[in-house]
């Protein structure tokens, strides 16, 4: 009876033995799978963080790269000077510019279209060449006729572009096309002077305000407010 008793003692710890064991072996198996997820996370992040830096890397870059094409563009244009000695020193100077100021320029431009807004900003530039030369015909006709037929008009607008750069973009456009001169901005308010009626009607029209909100991927259009007879002022200072 005795020795039964014993037998049975001792099959019950050994079961009791191999149901721990089998717990034990369940719970390392469970930490070392835990362990191999955190370390598969862990690495994880660490991809992502090294990617991330590399992705800020590469649109710095892309960022300089964009802003040195755009502010050679510009200097070529308002240069007019395009002999080696000239385009040389234009470009370094852009360079540094660029190096310098790479961040403002596209400060606002979502990721990842940096590319599209240089693109589209290079297909902008032949059409206010093109308004460059128009203007400055129509201007050339004003002026050689015998009664000059001007009528001097500040032009108040409200535009609708979300960032300084293409507000300043705008701004310049309009100085450089000939008959208009952006005097102020104010809130978003534009303050134009416009030499006759044609030119400040073309402005009114809104054409290169569209242009240069595709160019930064904002569809906004042009709203007058406004139009101030300049005329009086012209000719009191004729007096």
């Given at each position: 009876?005795?020795?039964?008793?014993?037998?049975?003692?001792?099959?019950?710890?050994?079961r009791?033995m191999?149901?721990?064991?089998?717990?034990?072996?369940?719970?390392?198996?469970?930490?070392?799978?835990?362990?191999?997820?955190?370390t598969?996370?862990?690495?994880?992040?660490?991809?992502q963080?090294?990617?991330?830096?590399?992705?800020?890397?590469?649109t710095?870059f892309?960022?300089?790269?964009?802003?040195a094409?755009?502010?050679f563009?510009?200097?070529?244009?308002l240069?007019?000077?395009f002999?080696p000695?000239?385009?040389?020193?234009?470009?370094i100077?852009?360079?540094i510019?660029a190096?310098?100021f790479?961040?403002?320029l596209f400060?606002n431009v979502r990721?990842?279209?940096m590319?599209?807004?240089a693109?589209?900003?290079?297909?902008?530039?032949?059409?206010?060449?093109?308004?460059?030369?128009l203007?400055?015909?129509?201007?050339?006709?004003v002026?050689?006729?015998?009664?000059?037929?001007?009528n001097?008009q500040?032009?108040?607008f409200?535009?609708?572009?979300?960032t300084?750069?293409?507000?300043?973009?705008?701004?310049?456009?309009?100085?450089?096309?000939?008959?208009?001169i952006?005097?102020d901005?104010?809130?978003?308010?534009?303050?134009v002077?416009a030499?006759?009626q044609?030119?400040?009607?073309?402005?009114n029209?809104?054409?290169?305000?569209?242009?240069?909100?595709?160019?930064?991927?904002?569809?906004?259009?042009?709203?007058?407010?406004?139009?101030?007879?300049a005329?009086?002022i012209?000719?009191?200072?004729?007096?």
């Amino acid at each position: 009876m005795e020795v039964t008793l014993l037998l049975e003692a001792t099959e019950n710890a050994f079961r009791i033995m191999e149901k721990a064991r089998a717990h034990a072996l369940g719970v390392l198996d469970t930490a070392v799978q835990f362990t191999g997820e955190q370390t598969r996370f862990m690495e994880e992040k660490r991809w992502q963080v090294l990617f991330a830096g590399a992705q800020r890397r590469k649109t710095r870059f892309q960022n300089f790269v964009g802003t040195a094409l755009i502010l050679f563009a510009f200097w070529m244009l308002l240069s007019g000077h395009f002999d080696p000695f000239h385009l040389t020193l234009g470009a370094i100077c852009c360079i540094i510019t660029a190096y310098l100021f790479h961040d403002l320029l596209f400060a606002n431009v979502r990721v990842g279209d940096m590319r599209v807004v240089a693109l589209r900003f290079l297909c902008y530039i032949p059409w206010l060449i093109q308004q460059i030369v128009l203007s400055n015909l129509h201007v050339a006709s004003v002026v050689l006729r015998r009664k000059m037929p001007i009528n001097p008009q500040i032009i108040t607008f409200k535009t609708k572009l979300e960032t300084d750069i293409s507000s300043i973009t705008l701004a310049n456009s309009i100085t450089l096309t000939p008959g208009t001169i952006t005097m102020d901005i104010r809130d978003g308010v534009y303050y134009v002077h416009a030499l006759d009626q044609k030119v400040a009607d073309d402005l009114n029209a809104g054409e290169m305000e569209d242009r240069v909100a595709h160019i930064f991927m904002e569809a906004d259009h042009l709203y007058v407010e406004d139009v101030l007879d300049a005329a009086r002022i012209y000719d009191a200072l004729r007096v």
